[in-house]
């Protein structure tokens, strides 16, 4: 099992649209986690990290749950420049420091 | 501010050859990362650098090495490339103790 798993998909939502993606993680021991914005052959961008409580920031929501080890980020009101791969990025606290593992991405295209 | 910038944006090597990756981090980073993207995956951990020091290695062969400077700036070398080699190679630094990583624009190797 992989220690980040997200639907690849690609979702294809029309513009306006509130889409939903889930990403699972294996390591009960993950300490914080965050959303990046990957956009086609650039560098992933840091979207937002998850609080324990949820958070929102604009038209995007981010939850946590612990008990079922999953974390999801919700988009409202989708919009053309929302298109892009968004990575589910799982951190856990070593020995050696923090230890990042990314999720492979969601691709999301929001159409007219 | 200055973000994270990477040298040369891209880089043709042929097979055998050697490849320098560079980077240098946000003011004030001390933590270097390194990761690979190649198409149509996700990312893979290569390498952390914190004060100078490799914190940890993710499951590449010995010769993807580096090493980070005394102002936080850091190296990537690949040798003895293979085609398989080809990838995005993506820095990211981050504050010292810190999870919240930025990433540069990327180094785009092509092994021919």
């Known amino acids: 099992r992989k220690e980040v798993e997200q639907d690849p998909g690609p979702f294809n939502v029309p513009e306006g649209a509130t889409v939903a993606f889930n990403c699972t993680y294996s390591?009960?021991?993950?300490?914080?986690f965050f959303w990046y914005r990957q956009d086609c052959r650039k560098e992933p961008k840091l979207l937002m990290s998850?609080?324990?409580s949820g958070n929102e920031d604009g038209r995007f929501t981010a939850q946590l749950n612990r008990a079922s080890q999953y974390i999801s980020l919700l988009i409202r009101d989708s919009k053309l420049s929302d298109s892009a791969t968004y990575l589910c990025v799982v951190n856990e606290i070593t020995g050696g420091g923090n230890k990042l593992t990314f999720g492979t991405g969601t691709q999301l295209k929001v159409e007219l | 501010e200055a973000g994270v910038t990477q040298s040369p944006t891209h880089l043709i090597k042929t097979r055998g050859q050697q490849a320098t990756l560079r980077c240098s981090p946000i003011?004030?980073?001390?933590?270097v990362y390194w990761y690979q993207q190649a198409l149509g995956l996700g990312l893979q951990f290569l390498l952390w650098?914190?004060?100078?020091?490799?914190?940890n290695r993710g499951n590449f062969p010995p010769r993807f090495s580096g090493r980070q400077f005394p102002n936080y700036s850091s190296e990537l070398n690949v040798n003895a490339l293979e085609l398989e080699d080809s990838a995005l190679y993506l820095c990211?630094?981050?504050?010292?103790?810190?999870?919240?990583?930025?990433f540069g624009q990327g180094t785009r190797l092509t092994v021919v």
């Open positions: 390591n009960s021991a993950s300490q914080s």
């Open positions: 990211a630094s981050s504050l010292a103790g810190t999870a919240k990583v930025f």
């Open positions: 003011s004030g980073h001390t933590s």
């Open positions: 998850v609080y324990s």
């Open positions: 650098y914190d004060e100078g020091e490799e914190r």
